[in-house]
């Protein structure tokens, strides 16, 4: 019997700060204080429109290409707050 290992992804809590339809990115301030954190249009769930002030819940993950930190799993919490 081998040692299993679980995942546990934390959800973060934050509020859309920008967000620009056009060029498909935008920018999340964390509930919880710290730096804005960028996220792209490939983070957001199916069908999801983001707009300014809207709050989310997502996860930290990796950028593949560039190494840096950045949102993914988008979901829309509630409306403008």
């Known amino acids: 019997m081998g040692v299993r290992w679980v995942s546990v992804v934390m959800k973060q809590q934050g509020t859309v700060k920008f967000y620009n339809d056009n060029k ?18 490939h983070s957001l769930a199916t069908d999801v429109k983001i707009g300014l002030n809207d709050v989310v819940m997502y996860e930290m993950g990796t950028d593949r290409k560039t190494g840096k ?3 993914r799993n988008l979901e829309l919490v509630d409306g403008p707050a």
């Open 69 to 71: 930190l950045q949102a």
């Open 24 to 41: 498909g990115y935008g920018f999340i301030i964390p509930s919880d204080g710290g730096d804005d954190v960028f996220f792209g249009r």
